[in-house]
């Protein structure tokens, strides 16, 4: 039997980078850098997690051919992939992506996602406390829901929701969530899909996470909201990825035992810490977090 305490599913992609000074809407820009990163939703989490020490296992797709270099990093810092599928005859997942250093436009080649059944391989009796489902086939995903058993589920679309998803999709991860993470424009198309108010959606999924950039976080939970200021990083290598990172701090929190709202700070302390360097450098471990915890949790809870 399985029994981590959460179960992430999304993608390892291989990030193709494009640095350039602003994005244009049409035309060209000059690009100030190219580079190649080990990057997606699953991939970011995972190594995030794995420096806390955080307790989950990582549900995947990718081709040997590109990730090989890929899965031997994960392996090296003591990822465990046996639930990473390698699909032989195929391609990817790529995600070639610009950005400026703050915002980002991407565009995703799929590859063994779109053919993935990670039902197929998942074990009935695991036994996880949190399955999380991000960026990935969603009529799939709802396959996997029958086999969790009392595990709790977030729903995390990411940008997919806007090309994904339709009204019965969105719904039956609603129907099965306990949690939604995403920013407001994924909130507001999860809204229009279903043609739901914010009123009908909180009443239906216990706890709404809405990140916000440099405007914080949203909580709704209970009939309650809270609002959670940021914590300015000392330096910006790049917002790749940082949501990704906030989700492996909220994790770790909850696997602490934390409430919702001290977990949310927790992964706002290791977002802002995981923009400082390339993803794979990312050097804190759940000590420093938790002292920062202590030290910038009333600011950043506005109390």
């Known amino acids: 039997m399985t029994s981590s305490f959460l179960a992430f599913f999304g993608h390892i992609n291989i990030d193709v980078s494009i640095r350039v000074p602003v994005l244009p809407r049409v035309?060209?820009?000059?690009?100030?850098?190219?580079?190649?990163?080990?990057?997606?939703?699953?991939g970011n989490f995972a190594i995030v997690s794995r420096k806390l020490g955080l307790d989950f296992d990582l549900y995947s797709a990718v081709s040997p051919k590109t990730h090989a270099e890929y899965l031997e990093y994960l392996s090296s810092i003591g990822i465990d992939l046996k639930h990473v599928d390698q699909l032989k005859d195929s391609y990817g997942p790529v995600c070639y992506i610009?950005?400026?250093?703050?915002?980002?436009?991407a565009y995703v080649f799929q590859g063994p996602m779109d053919s993935w059944s990670p039902a197929?391989?998942?074990?009935?009796d695991s036994d996880y406390k949190w399955a999380h489902f991000s960026t990935g086939p969603p009529e799939e995903y709802a396959k996997v829901f029958d086999l969790l058993g009392?595990?709790?589920v977030t729903f995390d679309p990411g940008q997919e929701i806007h090309y994904r998803y339709s009204r019965e999709t969105a719904q039956k991860f609603i129907d099965r969530a306990d949690m939604f993470v995403g920013n407001e424009a994924e909130y507001q198309k999860l809204k229009e899909?279903?043609?739901?108010?914010?009123?009908?959606?909180?009443s239906e999924i216990e706890t709404i996470i809405i990140t916000g950039g440099q405007s914080g976080v949203s909580a709704f939970r209970d009939g309650d909201s809270n609002h959670f200021s940021i914590l300015p990083a000392e330096k910006v290598y790049d917002t790749i990825?940082?949501?990704?990172?906030?989700?492996?701090?909220?994790?770790?929190?909850?696997?602490?035992?934390?409430?919702?709202?001290?977990?949310i700070i927790?992964?706002?302390?290791?977002?802002?810490?995981?923009i400082e360097t390339p993803m794979s450098e990312f050097r804190f471990g759940y000590g420093d977090i938790e002292k920062l915890f202590r030290e910038k949790r009333k600011v950043i809870a506005g109390e």
């Open 193 to 202: 899909l279903t043609g739901k108010s914010h009123e009908e959606l909180t």
């Open 266 to 274: 927790m992964g706002i302390i290791v977002s802002s810490k995981a």
């Open 27 to 42: 035309g060209s820009v000059n690009v100030t850098d190219v580079s190649e990163n080990f990057g997606g939703t699953a």
């Open 150 to 152: 009392g595990s709790k």
């Open 241 to 263: 990825g940082a949501g990704d990172s906030f989700r492996s701090g909220l994790y770790m929190g909850l696997w602490k035992g934390m409430s919702i709202s001290d977990s």
């Open 120 to 124: 197929v391989n998942f074990s009935a």
């Open 98 to 105: 610009s950005s400026d250093g703050n915002d980002q436009v």
